[in-house]
């Protein structure tokens, strides 16, 4: 099973300017968790802030449960850098680095793990292709076969699905689902309200704070998206931290 998340009065921000700000919010151990809201609402903040790479202005994370500490993070493709000369093999081989470390050989059972991957996204063949010569699609294939490989209690997944096509996001999409059938918790930042819907049986809607969480037919109804687009136009970018929500 994986952990459950609690957010307490939780802002996250750049150079003292707010992301995501005085968020309280739960996620269930095991759940499947869409993250949605418009553009610059805090939602790649909100997984930075999770995977700990960006530190709590205010406010706090806690993970709790069995291998809180297994956490997975896939950036967006943006923010891959593909220039690095890495093969295919090498790129889903790093997945087993907690297991077997990063400088031993792989054994056979490692390989076998390797290919079972790559077969399992459909990427076999490509083990000697560089990752600079992948197509959007194929890149993000390679990155959950990465993921399949880790074996993490927790998942957090940004825009999993931008710019690839519909077969490639149905293959995916199965992935995430064989994970929720593992009790895995997964957190994935999406814009597909019909494709939330249908897949994630749980939202968080947020614009900078919260607009709604629960049940993703609950969440992601025409009042709660205005209100969440509402919220976006009028928030001024260059506030500073305020101290609302600050205990006494
Ligand atoms: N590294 C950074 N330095 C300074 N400001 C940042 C940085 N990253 C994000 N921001 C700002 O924080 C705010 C929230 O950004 P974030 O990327 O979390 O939004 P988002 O909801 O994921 O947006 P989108 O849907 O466009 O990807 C935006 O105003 C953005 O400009």
């Not at 081989?93 to 907690?98: I, S």
Request: proline share 4%; with cysteine; glycine share 8%.
């Amino acid at each position: 099973m994986g952990p459950s998340l609690t957010f307490e009065n939780l802002t996250l921000g750049y150079d003292r300017h707010p992301a995501v700000h005085h968020l309280n919010a739960t996620i269930d151990a095991g759940s499947l968790t869409a993250v949605t809201g418009p553009n610059g609402a805090g939602k790649s903040t909100l997984l930075k802030g999770i995977a700990r790479s960006l530190a709590p202005y205010e406010g706090k994370i806690s993970v709790c449960g069995q291998g809180h500490n297994r956490i997975a993070y896939l950036p967006q493709q943006s923010d891959i850098d593909r220039s690095f000369p890495v093969t295919v093999w090498d790129m889903v081989a790093m997945g087993l680095w907690r297991r077997v470390g990063a400088f031993r050989r792989l054994k056979n059972m490692d390989k076998h793990r390797v290919e079972g991957a790559l077969n399992a996204v459909g990427l076999a063949g490509f083990e000697k292709r560089s990752i600079g010569s992948l197509s959007g699609g194929q890149m993000q294939r390679t990155l959950f076969a990465r993921l399949l490989l880790q074996d993490a209690s927790l998942i957090l997944l940004d825009e999993p699905f931008a710019a690839i096509d519909e077969k490639t996001a149905a293959d995916l999409l199965r992935l995430i689902a064989r994970w929720h059938g593992e009790k895995r918790t997964i957190i994935a930042v999406l814009h597909d309200f019909d494709q939330v819907r249908e897949h994630f049986p749980q939202t968080i809607l947020l614009s900078r704070e919260l607009v709604a969480n629960g049940p993703s037919a609950d969440v992601l109804t025409e009042r709660n998206l205005t209100r969440a687009r509402q919220l976006c136009e009028a928030f001024d970018e260059h506030a500073g931290i305020c101290t609302r929500g600050r205990a006494a």
